[in-house]
């Protein structure tokens, strides 16, 4: 059976939720931690509602309405997130005020909405919709096992639509965090130098990139979700070599038959030294895209790159502020997605045009 | 895609028993765990009582064969895996392709609010690693990491549905071929960010809590740690499996962000998909594991959900949250354990507390141990937040 992406949506640092060609006129910076470009959510959600949602539940309606628009579905059989960090947010107002109050005193919004499942819970809400609701919240396999348990339950052919995505915010105290353990990189970089910076650490990103998905081809629709596959901290660059050839071949196919990877270089020289390592032994001759750069790094980043890939296959085309190494052939056929999340959580999607 | 799924074995650790075991002599004993807090540190101490595992972190670390210092949601997981694990007699876990689920709704919050007064007063303070495991993933990959499982390690948090859910995506994980073996339930600890959360929505209980009845005012909180081991047809045949996983489904209220709708749309939708998956008739459940809190909202909408599914023909239920607490994210997880062992003994749990029939429901919850019933079929029931419901059902072949 295939699986069809019918739709997609994507909030993040760049301008992808008001459509156009894709990532045309990319939004620069200079910064190590950016930020959503917010749409005007309420076009979706309810001003007063608004106003008591934090970012997290704001971007992840907001992208999951856009994916559902665009496969012109109004209520999915299945709605499934993935968020390695949650409504982080309201945990910090609600940790922050146990603390200051000793206590004492404390009212139960920052609490009620602090639950991971908050974003599926009040898509759900929204879109009045009654079936199957799902949260993973695993680091950097989030969405991929959203997108794991999508195909699972496509396959049993209960559901016609699924609606699934990962969702993950920046916060202030979780910037602080992350920032102490040294994940970021000291200096600012320019967003087009990020990936030939020559240090360690990253920028930091954030963002929500949904897809409804389907079992039948819609007219709209350009790509098949043709695999997903995740590789848990390997031992060494041969496993996850081993990994993708064995991917490949449970697809019916070879590094030959790829005709653009995308990758999820961060720039950090220590991090993206996999990725050469599987472009040299796998893929010397491909023409290479990248992501992080535009949307920064976060667990959940994953979906950014797919998202972008089944932008590509659609304009048949990569755009500028995407290409890394070479250039893609004329037909773009099978686009392999090759993402890790700090060197542990390794992930593979497959797309092919359809 | 026909491929059933089996129960090998199963582990808990609860605010009742460190072991199944133990677990089963306080049902039997109608000893509820509840009691003052004593581990958990909280200005509200001396207000609610709880159902703590009765064991300091130093002790619970001693048992999982863990550091001390890591979080106790970590520690509780370990040791209630490792036991299904060891009961399923599967041996050497190496020699088989394993996936680990785990669900949790605090992750190593117990830590992270120990650290932030510190960091609140200074960004430079509190030790970074008092937080490292602060992520709900992070939780599971310590055990994980514990147990040598890599083919497939996941995290679920759909609140207090979270061990349920890990049940169903682990059992798709063996169907499609992914691995052959799961541990999948859930685990939570008691901290001050949970306790104090459900203080502002005014659902505890000052009292121990007594689900199903017309005079219940609210939960107690529980923790602990629950995890079935999940196996293919093929390893099954191997093995004496306690029973089968033979139907689940998973449904939104679409209600509220906490409440549970009045007639309990998304209860009876995860009941009536469960049955439908494995194919039975609603006289066909023996027993029920309610997920009955205590709770004015909840029980009356799960009651009325299984009246409309059930009536007349009502299965023995009882919640045993009347002895757990409620213990959120491995509430499903522990329950499940409890529901294939209830299928494999023929177990009917008792409902502490039970006295006041509700006036909304023609039915009322078993009230003492019993043993050596022919169930056939046992429904568990798991509802949670953002109207995340899921039933399970497992059956004896």
Redesign the interface.
Known sequence: MNIYINGTGCISPQETAQGGPLLATPREYEQVRLSTVDPDYKQWIDVKQIRRMSRVVKMGVGAANLSLEAAGVTTPDAIITGTAYGCLDDTGVFLTKMVNQQEEMLTPTAFIQSTHNTVAGQIALLLSCNGYNNTFVHRGFSFENALQDAIMILKEGSAKHILAGGVDEITNYSHALLSRFGLYKKAPVKTMEVLNSPSTGTIAGEGAAFFTLGITKDPGTVAELTGVSTLYKPLWEGEVIGHIMKFLEEHYCTPADIDLIVTGRNGDIDQDEIYEEVAAALFPDHAEACFKHLCGEYPTAAGFGVWMANGIIAEQAVPEAAEFYGKAPKKINKVLVYNHHQGTHHSLVLLTAC | ?SEKVWIAGGGVISGIGLDLKACLQSFRDMQPGMAAMQYLS???RGTFPVAEVKADNATLADMARMPEQISRTALLSMIAAREAWQSSGLGDISRYRVGFVSGN?VGGMDK??DF??E??AN??GGR?HQ??HH????I??LV??MLGI??????????CSSGA?ALM?GS??I??NMVDVVIAGGTDALT??TL??F???MILDQQPCRPFDDTRTGLNLGEGAGYVVLVSDSLAAQLQPWCRLSGF??????????ASSPDG??NY?AMKGALDMSGLQPQQIGYINLHGTGTQNNDVSEGIAINRLFAPHFPAMSSTKSFTGHTLGASGGIEAVFSALAVKEGIIYPNARFEHQMKELPFAPATSYSAGHDLQHVMSNSF?????CSSLIFSRA
């Open positions: 895609m909280s200005a509200h709704t992270t609010e932030f007064p960091f609140l960004p430079r970074l937080v490292v992520e709900c993933g992070s599971t990959e994980a990491d890599r083919h497939h390690v996941s995290t679920i948090s759909t609140a859910n995506y798709r994980l169907r499609n001050r960010f104090n959360g203080n502002t929505l489904a998973n449904a939104n209220d679409a209600y509220h962000q906490t749309t998304g939708l949670g937040f953002g109207g995340n």
